[in-house]
């Protein structure tokens, strides 16, 4: 995995400063990875406040602390396990980069969510802690 990390981490630095990008009309596949690189940093950051919230409600109870962190690790080699997979699958062209990036965001915008439904989302609450993630 961290091959692929480095891979693809690698392609952002290369020839055009990622600031010199226009996300909303990225039109090459290096484009297309810088953008989508800085979709997942985002959705890391929303997920890591959707966790500290949880964290901070569930703050007195150190059982629900313990276990919501490891089932975070192990979402976390999931993650890179099944994104792996995907980077694989399309070894044979330049969209690669561009497959995993979409699995890790997607993955990472469904953990949020769940996240959310599961530790912040009260039942029959109006309005939940934090709002619901997209």
């Not at 979402?75 to 890790?104: K, P, Q």
């Amino acid at each position: 995995m961290k091959k692929y990390i480095a891979i693809f981490i690698a392609t952002f630095s290369t020839f055009v400063l990622a600031d010199e990008v226009d996300c909303e009309n990225a039109m090459t596949t290096y484009a297309m990875n810088i953008c989508a690189r800085r979709e997942i940093k985002s959705a890391d950051a929303e997920l890591e406040k959707y966790l500290a919230k949880a964290k901070e409600k569930y703050s007195d109870e150190a059982a629900i602390i313990q276990s919501l962190d490891k089932s975070q690790n192990a979402w976390l080699l999931y993650r890179e396990a099944h994104c792996d997979a995907i980077y694989e699958m399309w070894s044979g062209g330049t969209i690669r980069g561009v497959m995993f990036g979409g699995c890790m965001l997607q993955l990472t915008k469904q953990r949020t969510h769940k996240i959310w439904e599961d530790f912040l989302a009260e039942m029959g609450s109006a309005s939940p802690l934090l709002p619901e993630p997209t």
